[in-house]
């Protein structure tokens, strides 16, 4: 299992492991779960996409949650070449998402069953006491 961490600007992700330009493409990004009656076995909940250079809405809710980033080509015959990508989000920031890479996605479901990180719970937090602090100066609240 690898991390890899990507860019975030404006609270959208403006990097992704996996995207079909093609104009037949379809791409998305969801939460999974493990689902024996939906398609492929995976509930999935999906993230709002962005426009232009932006792919993906991210926010801290993702935190410890499995992740399935899909790129599909669909040929002119109506054949579909899959891409699939699976992770569990470790930590978001204003600046970059930090995913751990999954080779299927039941190892990423059981990876997020198992609790969340803490760490990146206790950095996410302090980074957000840190805001909040800001927030009140610039309010004149201290």
Request: aromatic content about 8%; hydrophobic content about 35%; glycine content about 10%.
């Amino acid at each position: 299992m690898e991390t890899h961490t990507y860019k975030i600007e404006d609270g959208a992700m403006v990097e992704v492991p996996v995207y079909e330009t093609h104009s037949r493409g379809k791409n998305w990004m969801a939460t999974i779960e493990a689902d024996p009656s939906a398609p492929s076995g995976l509930a999935r909940e999906f993230v709002k996409t962005g426009r232009g250079r932006y792919y993906y809405i991210v926010d801290a809710s993702l935190v410890g949650k499995a992740v399935e980033i899909a790129g599909d080509y669909i040929s002119g015959g109506g054949n579909r070449s899959h891409r699939r990508w699976y992770g569990v989000v470790r930590g978001v920031t204003d600046s970059e998402i930090t995913i751990e890479q999954f080779e299927t996605p039941s190892l990423a479901i059981k990876a997020a069953r198992v609790g969340p990180d803490t760490t990146a719970l206790e950095e996410e937090r302090a980074r957000l006491v840190a805001r909040i602090a800001e927030i009140d100066a610039l309010l004149g609240e201290e």
